[in-house]
């Protein structure tokens, strides 16, 4: 239970950092900068994935070990982007299908219920799919010639 909580409050405080630099990162690229705001929240995006990854990897599952290669980091992009489509779907779903077009509206389903399905999300991809328990790195137990440490041809290892 322990366990659990400190990996929840793991993902969560990575996670706070990253919306973090996201939002700051937004607001200078779009204000000061004056990029549109899709390249704006593209590259701003793009930030706040890295440093949730990076969070996660050296903090939250650090226990795992280091991830190898490129894989683990672009499964990492595509689970982040798919909680960013939920948030979409959910902002969308509400202003228009349903039609509920206020300031008020737009909040609580984008950010509000979008954020909370988007971060479920989130921690059940980068739990199982991204930093898996399987992937502990193996224990060395062996020898520096591959036997299990035992005395080479001895009866007794």
């Known amino acids: 239970m322990v366990a659990g909580r400190r990996e929840l409050l793991g993902f969560a405080s990575a996670g706070l950092l990253a919306y973090a630099v996201d939002l700051a990162l937004f607001t200078c690229l779009r204000g000061p900068a004056g990029l549109d705001p ?70 609580v389903s984008g950010a509000g219920v979008g954020m909370v399905l988007g971060t479920i999300l989130r921690f059940w991809g980068t739990r199982t799919l991204v930093f898996r328990p399987g992937d502990e790195p193996e224990r060395r137990t062996r020898s520096w010639n591959g036997t299990s440490g035992g005395r080479v041809g001895s009866w007794t290892g």
């Open 38 to 107: 899709l390249t704006a929240k593209a590259l701003s995006f793009v930030a706040g994935c890295s440093v949730a990854y990076t969070g996660n990897a050296l903090g939250t599952y650090r226990h795992l070990g280091r991830p190898r290669g490129l894989r683990p980091c672009a499964v990492f992009f595509a689970v982040n982007a798919a909680g960013a489509a939920v948030q979409l779907l959910c902002l969308a779903v509400s202003h228009y299908g349903l039609g509920l077009t206020s300031q008020r509206a737009d909040t």
